[in-house]
């Protein structure tokens, strides 16, 4: 009797071991994302606090959080894509011999039911990839709120610097309320609902 694998069984073995690669590379390139956030809202929140007439810059950190967080939340969408495909589809072809993707679901599932705060499984307000891209930008915001008034305080601006201001900070207000309910829907995909992009 021959022990190898006829061709539709090596083609869906080639096919997921393509899917694993598009897994890292999203992963790896997801990753890459979180740390430009980390270094662009770093560098931008330097350049502000060096001198009091950079402050407006604070109102760059919620456009680009907004921006990369998106992108996060994009190869995110796609990992859960791959993870589910191989796991209703591809296992099934293959008479049910991958089985790493339901094991790892039902294995977390007591883990991500408990929507625990403070844990990397509590996909919530306080976990820190939200905090690093939502939870920056709301700062930012907060932060140049309270310099622009203090500084207004100290000197009045003219009229359109206080325009131009209050508009770039009702633009990244909006962008961080757009940002946290992308991750809110995600949150909701963790958790077992339907996926959305």
Not at 147 to 167: C, D, E, H, M, S
Request: net charge positive.
């Amino acid at each position: 009797m021959d022990d190898r694998p006829d061709n539709s069984t090596t083609i869906l073995l080639a096919e997921y071991a393509a899917l694993r690669s598009e897994a890292e590379r999203r992963a790896t390139v997801q990753w890459n994302v979180f740390a430009l956030q980390i270094a662009s809202a770093g560098a931008i929140v330097s350049l502000a606090i060096a001198s009091a007439t950079n402050v407006a810059l604070l109102l760059v950190v919620p456009l680009v959080s907004y921006m990369l967080g998106n992108r996060y939340i994009l190869h995110d969408f796609h990992l859960k894509l791959i993870r589910r495909y191989v796991r209703d589809s591809l296992s099934s072809r293959l008479a049910g011999h991958l089985q790493w993707e339901s094991w790892r679901d039902r294995a977390l599932e007591p883990e991500v039911a408990r929507r625990r705060w403070f844990t990397a499984t509590g996909w919530n307000a306080m976990h820190p990839t939200w905090l690093a891209f939502a939870g920056v930008a709301a700062l930012a915001l907060l932060g140049a709120l309270v310099a622009g008034v203090f500084l207004w305080i100290a000197r009045a601006p003219a009229w359109y610097a206080i325009t131009g201001f209050g508009v770039g900070w009702l633009v990244g207000a909006a962008a961080t309320v757009r940002l946290h309910l992308t991750f809110d829907r995600a949150r909701d995909d963790h958790t077992g609902e339907t996926t959305r992009p």
